[in-house]
């Protein structure tokens, strides 16, 4: 018998300037064309009853890209958010961001958080965007938060401790997909993606359809997820 459909579906967006340079285009119109998959996706998640996606769009660790390029990507962001929240409110679909936000510009800050504000009440989809994240990153933060508490919380444990990751109150991701051919998972939801299932496609990220996104769907139905249990 087939697996349910998975409740959290992540993904990591890879591709973007391998997909510019064989058409010998720069790298930003590879991460634009990437926004327009990021649209498509997002659609069909809603579409299959899926309720949390989450996407990595900006590591810890891009930062160490060009400065021109990474001040493109900020301006896209931006860009992305005043253009796609009304349809997001349309769509039903709330946002949410994880990650260091203090590393980020003030209009990049506020841009995320006026388009949470806006979608808060959502009931549809969670759209999860990772910016500046990374998954170690995350463990550091939530242990440093649980050292600072001012309460007198029980002993920390597994459901604790997750309740101080950037996640919190968020189900584990059942599968985490990565385009681009790599089999890394690249620092990406290291507590949370435990028990996922992983799934790889040689697909560039702006190449990837809805059709390989039902592809990887499918193949998740195919997996007996044991949780260390028997069979």
Do not use: C
């Amino acid at each position: 018998m087939d697996a349910p459909a998975p409740r959290h579906v992540a993904i990591i967006m890879d591709g973007n300037g391998r997909w510019a340079r064989q058409r010998l285009l720069p790298r930003t119109y590879g991460h634009k064309k990437g926004v327009e998959t990021l649209r498509t996706i997002v659609k069909a998640a809603a579409e299959k009853g899926i309720d949390v996606l989450t996407v990595f769009a900006f590591s810890t660790e891009n930062w160490k890209r060009p400065e021109k390029e990474v001040r493109a990507l900020m301006h896209l962001f931006v860009e992305t958010l005043e253009k796609e929240v009304p349809e997001l409110m349309d769509n039903n679909v709330k946002l949410r961001f994880i990650g260091d936000r203090a590393p980020l510009s003030r209009e990049v800050v506020e841009k995320m958080t006026q388009s949470e504000a806006r979608t808060k009440d959502n009931e549809g989809l969670t759209l999860v965007v990772a910016l500046n994240y990374s998954g170690r990153d995350d463990i550091l933060r939530a242990v440093k938060a649980f050292k600072e508490r001012k309460d007198s919380s029980p002993q920390l444990d597994e459901e604790l401790f997750a309740s101080f990751l950037d996640t919190r109150g968020l189900p584990d991701p059942d599968l985490i997909i990565r385009t681009g051919g790599e089999y890394r998972i690249s620092n990406f939801l290291l507590w949370q993606g435990a028990y996922s299932e992983f799934y790889s496609t040689a697909a560039y990220w702006p190449d990837f359809s809805r059709k390989e996104f039902e592809k990887a769907l499918k193949e998740y139905t195919r997996r007996d997820r044991r949780f260390g249990g028997l069979g």
